[in-house]
């Protein structure tokens, strides 16, 4: 089968070429999709494109988010049928053969209303939707998020959803003003250090109750370990990535046992954490988080708009790439557009 597909084939090459995919016989639990749109994840995806992720093979099709048509669908597939759009884990490609039996594998019915460009937000939802689930978030807590790009964004605005009075921080001023437009009611530009003050006034001199870093930077998150009053905790939600050498007394550990900050728990929020599928012994699962947050963005309780900046053909995934890595005001939610391959 043709198949359109955007290729890296290398560190910092990209490509947008027909492939031959011998998709076959479809297996008992396969699904044939047609993309429809697809999501870049900037994070992941730039670390792909570097070469500095092993996992990630060279040439190779990124991408994990998407939405489309069913094509065909194997002999146990019950769930979907062909004709129905759906959210699925699939790359940027035109075609994309899901295999329902790996336990690494979402494709959910999407909701009939919910705007098909928006669809592939989902997946981004639910990396954030991990933090409130391993918080002690209640209403009225302070909750801080680092870092607004797509994840910390969501993160912040699930945040305000359970009830907390969320303070973003940010040292893009685009991000911030992205933030406020998604009704985050105190986002500030700058790190923990520069505006301590305003937290302070804020949260009436408790401090956060929840620090969520979002960025995956190393270095942003000991200057925002002040923010956090006693007994907080700190959610590290943001993939790391890079090397940050540091005094780990000074810098950490002293704010959990000095200064007033006794007590501190840290806390790890990658979504793996927790099962794909639903399971009966589990309450949440990435299924379950998927369908609330398709939901959650089809009601508009999830704004994803101020988010969603550019939809760009395939052809344009050089300077989508580009624009994600040099121009990080202006790119935050980028949508690639295959309804006219």
């Known amino acids: 089968m043709d198949n359109l597909s955007v290729l890296f084939t290398g560190p910092g090459n990209i490509e947008t070429r027909t492939i031959d995919d011998d998709i076959g016989q479809l297996r008992?639990?396969?699904?044939?999709?047609?993309?429809?749109?697809?999501?870049i994840s900037a994070a992941t995806e730039l670390a792909?494109?570097?070469?500095?992720?092993a996992w990630f093979p060279f040439p190779g099709t990124p991408g994990y988010a998407a939405v489309g048509e069913v094509l065909d669908v194997g002999a146990e597939i019950t769930d979907v049928a062909p004709g129905d759009i759906v959210h699925y884990w699939g790359g940027h490609k035109q075609f994309n053969l899901i295999d329902t039996s790996r336990p690494q594998s979402i494709c959910l019915k999407a909701p009939v209303d919910l705007p098909l460009e928006l669809a592939p937000f989902t997946r981004m939802a639910i990396i954030a939707m991990t933090s409130l689930r391993i918080s002690n978030i209640e209403l009225g807590d302070y909750v801080g998020v680092v870092g607004l790009g797509t994840v910390g964004n969501f993160a912040a605005q699930l945040a305000?959803?359970?009830g907390g009075t969320v303070i973003g921080l940010d040292l893009s001023e685009g991000r911030v003003e992205r933030a406020l437009a998604c009704g985050i009611p105190h986002a500030l530009v700058g790190d923990g250090t520069s505006v301590a003050d305003q937290v302070r006034e804020i949260t009436?001199?408790?401090?956060?109750?929840?620090?969520?870093?979002?960025?995956?930077?190393p270095a942003a998150l000991p200057p925002a370990l002040p923010l956090v009053g006693r007994y907080g905790e700190v959610i590290l939600l943001g993939t790391p990535r890079g090397v940050f050498e540091t005094d780990l007394t000074s810098s950490v550990l002293d704010y959990i046992h000095l200064h007033g900050h006794g007590n501190i728990t840290f806390k790890g929020a990658h979504e793996w954490r927790y099962p794909v599928a639903r399971d009966p012994f589990v309450k949440h699962s990435m299924e379950r988080n998927s369908e609330i947050a398709m939901e959650l963005i089809r009601s508009g309780a999830l704004k994803v708009a101020?988010?969603?900046t550019h939809t760009l053909s395939p052809d344009d995934a050089a300077s989508a790439y580009r624009g994600l890595k040099t121009r990080k005001n202006e790119f935050i939610g980028v949508v690639f557009d295959w309804t006219g391959v």
């Not at 008992?28 to 999501?39: E, G, I, P």
């Open 28 to 39: 008992s639990r396969d699904v044939l999709v047609r993309t429809r749109y697809s999501l």
């Open 306 to 308: 101020p988010l969603h």
């Open 160 to 162: 305000r959803l359970q």
């Open 204 to 217: 009436g001199g408790q401090g956060l109750s929840t620090l969520i870093e979002a960025t995956g930077v």
């Open 48 to 53: 792909c494109l570097s070469g500095s992720q």
